[in-house]
């Protein structure tokens, strides 16, 4: 006998007792994110490779080494999607949703792929929670964004730590960036080799490194919070003001920052312990140019990506409601098959949620495997030509009814109870 195939590292199979946790997650993400006026999009699972390289940026690691793709037939590049926004916002342009009121606020749960080393929390193809506001600079929009992913985790039962930062404008960030290259070339015997060799390419990620060194080297180096214009000062300030009066803690970290190039202004993140090292559970920010990089007109824009995966672990166990059976229809005898199955397709159809018993088992074991999945009833069909037998299963009590009357039994049953 041939091995078995597994499937590919870094990938998992979403099994039937998990589908339910991920259900209510998503449940909980179209309610709090509908209920504030983001629409669902779904973008294609693959794009072409320069929308991620012109919008993610040819310095991030994402793009450098992360990324899954490939030429199809007809010598196109193409990606899986590694991210959610970049794809979002060549949507927006290409089907003009500039002519809609804006902000055009709009929300996906999509699969994404990475190829990175997997451990816990971090796997190469992953399902984010996403949500994109586009089309105002105001700070509103920005604070509204972090209020709807902290009531997101905490209707999850995710506790989270929330630390925010802003980038300033693309200009000021240039001007920074320069000084700290500076900074870091007059230090370059105290870095580690990543971090040395991507200097010129990526600078502020020095401060995402865990070798001690250099983590001793940044601790004192400039910081881009401190280089903020007026203007931006302001914004961010603003947008500081709108989460304390919703409650909402937070911690300003000026070293904060993310794998992407597009971002501008404001920057935030949720941690949860629960995680361990990648304790990112989800997070974002502003990205005013990213339109124009994609070749569109300037366009501000801010939103959020939160792991699926992340959320559920950071959550831990906790108990999903099973669903419903109204009717398990059971077969006494061979005969009373098409009977049996026209009947759950009836119920089906009279909107009752019903299962059919598909093993021809002993009656016994059909009526155990019922009262396991939690049937309100039992239709024992079969016994007879003329009749069903309608089962109570909380009352225990039964019933002889013609097979057109079991429907009516328990519909009427369920407009008293």
């Known amino acids: 006998m041939s091995e078995a195939i597994r499937a590919p590292r870094g990938t998992f199979d979403v099994l039937p007792e998990d589908a339910a946790r991920r259900d209510a997650l998503e449940g909980q993400a179209r309610r709090i994110l509908e209920s504030a006026g983001y629409r669902r999009i779904e973008t294609p699972a693959f794009e072409h490779t320069e929308l991620f390289a012109r919008g993610v940026g040819e310095a991030t690691d994402i793009v450098q080494k992360e990324m899954y793709t490939f030429t199809d037939a007809g010598g196109r590049s193409l990606t899986l999607r590694p991210e959610g926004t970049a794809p979002v916002c060549r949507a927006y342009l290409e089907h003009g949703m500039h002519k809609l009121p804006q902000p055009v606020k709009l929300w996906y749960l999509s699969s994404f792929f990475r190829a990175e080393a997997p451990q816990r929390g971090r796997y190469r193809q992953f399902w984010q929670v996403g949500a994109e506001a586009i089309g105002s600079a105001q700070p509103e929009v920005d604070a509204e ?75 004192a180096a400039p910081k881009l919070l401190d280089r903020l214009s ?59 140019r990213l339109m124009a990089q994609l070749g569109g007109p300037d366009t501000p824009a801010c939103g ?24 398990y229809v059971a077969v006494a005898e061979d005969r009373g098959v098409p009977a049996a199955f026209q009947l759950a397709r009836d119920a089906r159809r009279a909107g009752l949620s019903a299962q059919l018993e598909l093993s021809r088992r002993a009656l016994r074991r059909q009526l155990a495997y019922a009262d396991r999945l939690g049937a309100r009833y039992v239709a024992i069909v079969g016994e007879s030509p003329e009749a069903s037998r309608l089962k109570d299963m909380e009352s225990g009590e039964q019933r002889e009814l013609t097979p057109g009357d079991v429907i009516p039994a328990i519909l009427r049953a369920s407009r008293l109870s």
């Open 230 to 288: 007026a203007e931006d000062a302001e914004h961010f300030a603003e947008v500081r003001g709108l989460l304390e009066r919703t409650g909402i803690a937070y911690e300003i970290d000026p070293t904060l920052v993310r794998g992407l190039d597009y971002y501008t202004r404001t920057l935030f993140e949720f941690s949860s312990d629960a995680l361990g090292a990648q304790s990112g559970v989800g997070g974002g920010g502003r990205y005013d």
């Open 145 to 219: 964004l972090i209020v709807l992913l902290a009531e997101l985790l905490a209707a999850l039962g995710v506790r989270a730590t929330l630390k925010i930062s802003s980038l300033g404008t693309a200009e000021t960030r240039a001007e920074y960036r320069d000084e700290l290259t500076g900074y870091l070339r007059a230090r370059e015997d105290q870095l580690s080799d990543e971090v040395r060799n991507r200097i010129d390419l990526n600078p502020m990620r020095a401060f995402d490194a865990t070798d001690p060194s250099t983590r001793a080297v940044m601790a």
């Open 304 to 327: 959020w990506a939160a792991g699926v995966e992340r959320m559920l672990l950071a959550a831990g166990e906790r108990p999903v409601t099973s669903a419903l059976v109204d009717l």
